[in-house]
């Protein structure tokens, strides 16, 4: 079976950095899109970052200037490195993926989801 498990959340100071860590494991012939998304309480789930097979990447205006993502395709992993963190940017992060498993065309896989909290 194909999953996604996240790594890296977890509790920082306003102005503080944190690195998450996405994992792709399971019988996959390769990976399209991977990307970050976010929900709080409440809220809609947004997207924070992606990142294409080819390294394009693409970032939500609450994070520009402060987010990186990158993946490394030999390991299927993909990393979001934020830094000045706010307050703002409590929520739990999930990991998406479009892959391509060995039985199926492409589907959309989501990881279980880490918290990340920002707070003094």
């Known amino acids: 079976q194909v999953q996604l498990v996240e790594s890296g959340g977890g509790l920082v100071q306003p102005g503080g950095s944190l690195r998450l860590s996405c994992a792709a494991s399971?019988?996959?012939?390769?990976?399209?899109?991977m990307a970050w998304y976010r929900q709080a309480p409440g809220n809609q789930r947004e997207l924070v970052a992606q990142?294409?097979?080819?390294?394009?990447?693409t970032y939500a205006d609450s994070v520009k200037g402060r987010a990186t993502i990158s993946r490394n395709n030999a390991k299927n992993t993909v990393l979001l490195q934020m830094n000045s963190l706010k307050p703002e940017d409590t929520a739990v992060y999930y990991c998406?993926?479009?892959?391509?498993?060995?039985?199926?065309?492409?589907?959309?896989?989501w990881g279980q989801g880490t918290q990340v909290t920002v707070s003094s």
């Open positions: 998406y993926a479009e892959i391509h498993p060995r039985a199926y065309y492409f589907q959309r896989y």
């Open positions: 399971g019988s996959i012939v390769s990976i399209n899109d």
């Open positions: 990142i294409t097979s080819g390294g394009s990447t």
